[in-house]
């Protein structure tokens, strides 16, 4: 019968049936799944959060924009919300538009798996241009064109969670994937770290996103069985692809109210990770290499208690419930960020990190689970790929929001309040994350 059919018998590049039954996935298996997640965090928040401020600030200078009777202080972080903007921007579009083109096709390789490799092929290509440019104009080119790339892997490999994943196992899955996430970013920041400071070894560094990329990729295309579509869809490509990022907010209003839930908590640890090397650099007035090391030391510490976080707060929430814990995460997250506006020194910094680490490593640990449980299964690449929305639109308002403010504020270096009051909105978005997930009920969609 279809649906007891199992992988091919190709030892890799494996394919399931499209109806295959789910079977219990072992923690090795897990890991392998889950690898693809390392290395987006490897690549993405030491790029984001350390090597594209020092190459925007190399590459830029301060000024002053003038429009009409205002006149806009434009220094390194409005610079870097610009290139942050547009990268984000391609992500909105893109992602889900390949995760509802993956739902439908029929490669015989699978559904998911070639679109996997594209991306990977052009995000080692892309990310080792960045390593090499020598201006800002530069720099914002080959960041879109490895946006485009990576969101082309990211969409369709979103979708193999509830493609491989039994409904019992979602939560630890969950668990796994926070968790590769978490040690992906410290492994990150310390490898980074480690060339940058010392030895200042922009290059270097960056040369070594796409090796991660590369390792991980080959891990999930070859180590992962993928899902072979064989019947034609009811819906045409054209039609997939148009209605990628729309979803049926009236029969998936859970989905709806926990993506804005999502949106406004994303935008908390974004806003922090973006602008905390220029906030230690600016605030304490440090080198480039000392603001690596305190920014790096910052965030890993923030993301050292949330990866310990996350397995065990992926089990507690299949026993009280997976809201709960996300409104415990906001909860924590205010109280840190508002901690964080009145930190006198870098100890205190350090510590009031700790508290946004518990409520990140808790957000993330059933966050996965959590979307999972709300959505369509026949259409769960288009749907992942929309929950990239949030994500990318995290970074799309809250990078152009808080860039110019904190200049503003700062007045040409003459301050660095403009980073307090970054706090200060933190906070809010952490309070409204709450607010808009109160709407959400825990059910389970087939």
């Not at 590459?59 to 429009?67: A, E, R, S, V, W």
């Not at 990729?217 to 069985?225: H, N, T």
């Not at 026993?319 to 100890?347: D, H, Q």
């Not at 660095?416 to 825990?442: D, H, K, N, S, W």
Request: aromatic share 12%; glycine share 8%; hydrophobic share 55%.
């Amino acid at each position: 019968m279809a649906g007891m059919l199992q992988a091919s018998e190709r030892r890799f590049l494996r394919t399931l049936h499209e109806s295959a039954v789910r079977t219990h996935l072992t923690w090795p298996s897990m890991l392998v799944l889950s690898a693809f997640w390392f290395a987006i965090a490897y690549v993405m928040q030491p790029l984001g959060g350390t090597i594209i401020p020092l190459l925007v600030d190399r590459f830029t200078d301060p000024m002053t924009i003038h429009l009409g009777p205002f006149a806009i202080a434009a220094d390194v972080n409005t610079y870097v919300a610009a290139l942050d903007t547009v990268g984000a921007a391609f992500a909105i579009v893109w992602q889900p538009a390949i995760g509802a083109i993956s739902d439908n096709s029929r490669f015989a390789l699978g559904r998911r798996r070639p679109f996997i490799a594209i991306g990977v092929i052009g995000d080692v290509i892309f990310l080792t241009l960045i390593a090499f440019v020598t201006s800002f104009w530069g720099l914002l080119l080959a960041y879109v064109f490895f946006q485009i790339a990576s969101n082309t892997a990211q969409g369709p490999y979103q979708g193999m969670l509830p493609d491989q994943v039994p409904q019992d196992q979602r939560g630890e899955a969950s668990g796994y994937y926070g968790l590769m996430n978490m040690v992906g970013t410290i492994v990150g920041f310390l490898v980074v770290g480690a060339l940058l400071i010392p030895t200042h070894h922009v290059r270097l560094a960056i040369l070594t996103l796409p090796v991660v990329i590369a390792v991980a990729g080959a891990l999930v295309i070859f180590g992962v069985p993928d899902r072979r579509r064989t019947s034609a869809s009811d819906q045409r490509l054209h039609r997939s692809v148009l209605l990628s990022v729309a979803i049926d907010a009236k029969r998936y209003r859970d989905f709806a109210w926990l993506m804005v839930s999502r949106l406004f908590f994303l935008m908390a640890p974004v806003a922090i990770g973006t602008y905390a090397f220029n906030f230690i650099r600016f605030t304490f007035n440090y080198s480039e290499g000392k603001a690596s090391l305190y920014s790096s030391a910052l965030q890993a510490t923030i993301l050292v208690l949330a990866a310990v976080l996350c397995m065990t707060a992926g089990f507690l929430a299949e026993r009280y419930g997976k809201k709960r814990l996300i409104t415990a995460a906001c909860l924590i997250g205010a109280v840190g960020s508002t901690l964080l506006i009145f930190a006198p020194s870098l100890p205190w910094i350090l510590g009031f990190g700790l508290i946004v680490g518990i409520s990140l490593g808790t957000f993330l640990s059933v966050d996965w689970a959590f979307m999972t449980d709300l959505i369509p299964k026949a259409e769960a690449g288009r749907y992942m790929g929309v929950s990239n929305i949030a994500t990318a639109s995290a970074g799309l308002i809250a990078r152009p929001l808080l860039g110019p403010i904190i200049d503003a504020f700062n007045n040409n270096r003459t301050s660095a309040v403009g980073y307090r009051v970054m706090f200060g909105i933190v906070t809010g978005f952490f309070l409204i994350a709450l607010l808009t997930l109160q709407p959400v009920r825990e059910i389970k969609v087939e």
